[in-house]
């Protein structure tokens, strides 16, 4: 299996605690679906990795994260990260806004359950991203300075209150200068 470059790997479980991105050295996209049954978390262990040693490429997380290492842990080349229903504590952007080449973030269901997701974009930020979805994600507002990720070519926000569309409102809505610059935003919210 030494060709491998795709795999995912459904149902995971707690007796997976000495998995590491380390163990996938060779992969281009990896997918780890945690057991939805699983009382335990994803272990923050799992990103423990040789950073340019890894060749990961495109990363999908569903389920449960003990927590979002620091950028040191995350593969270098990642270029393509989804986080679904990790339920973290922390805002989630505090870290990814360090993931220098990443292109395409996908945050979706119950991503972050904490108190406050304060989402500063601070300066130089995901210098490459144009790709941005927030599906599902309790989100009140955009994230502050989203204008200066002046590489972003599509905004997807899924599953919001109609409340919040209002906000996007070109000229006038609380949020339109924050997207005004991105070439495609596609909004769908509930009834």
Same mark, same amino acid.
């Given at each position: 299996?030494?060709?491998?470059?795709?795999?995912?790997?459904?149902?995971?479980?707690?007796? +997976? !605690?000495?998995?590491?991105?380390? +163990?996938?050295? *060779?992969?281009?996209?990896?997918?780890?679906?945690?057991?939805?049954?699983?009382?335990?978390?994803?272990?923050?262990?799992?990103?423990?990795?040789?950073?340019?040693?890894?060749?990961?490429?495109?990363?999908?997380? *569903?389920?449960?994260?003990?927590?979002?290492?620091?950028?040191? +842990?995350?593969?270098?080349?990642?270029?393509?990260?989804?986080?679904?229903?990790?339920?973290?504590?922390?805002?989630?952007?505090?870290?990814?806004?360090?993931?220098?080449?990443?292109?395409?973030?996908?945050?979706?269901?119950?991503?972050?359950?904490?108190?406050?997701?304060?989402?500063?974009?601070?300066?130089?930020?995901?210098?490459?991203?144009?790709?941005?979805?927030?599906?599902?994600?309790?989100?009140?507002?955009?994230?502050?300075?989203?204008?200066?990720?002046?590489?972003?070519?599509?905004? !997807?926000?899924?599953? &919001?209150?109609?409340?919040? +569309?209002? *906000?996007?409102?070109?000229?006038?809505?609380?949020?339109?200068? !924050?997207? *005004?610059? &991105?070439?495609?935003?596609?909004?769908?919210?509930?009834?």
């Amino acid at each position: 299996m030494t060709s491998l470059r795709i795999l995912g790997v459904h149902d995971v479980t707690a007796t +997976c !605690k000495e998995l590491s991105l380390d +163990c996938f050295g *060779r992969l281009d996209s990896l997918t780890l679906a945690w057991k939805t049954e699983e009382d335990s978390a994803i272990p923050s262990s799992i990103f423990s990795t040789s950073q340019h040693k890894n060749n990961l490429q495109v990363l999908y997380l *569903r389920g449960p994260l003990e927590g979002l290492p620091d950028v040191i +842990c995350m593969p270098a080349s990642l270029t393509e990260l989804t986080l679904e229903s990790t339920r973290l504590q922390e805002d989630p952007l505090l870290m990814l806004g360090k993931l220098g080449n990443l292109q395409v973030l996908r945050l979706r269901h119950d991503v972050f359950v904490g108190k406050e997701m304060v989402w500063k974009i601070e300066d130089e930020a995901i210098p490459k991203l144009r790709e941005l979805e927030i599906e599902a994600c309790g989100l009140v507002m955009l994230p502050q300075d989203l204008q200066k990720v002046t590489t972003l070519q599509e905004l !997807k926000v899924v599953h &919001i209150h109609r409340d919040f +569309c209002q *906000r996007f409102r070109t000229n006038d809505g609380e949020d339109w200068q !924050k997207i *005004r610059h &991105i070439p495609s935003v596609i909004l769908y919210h509930d009834s």
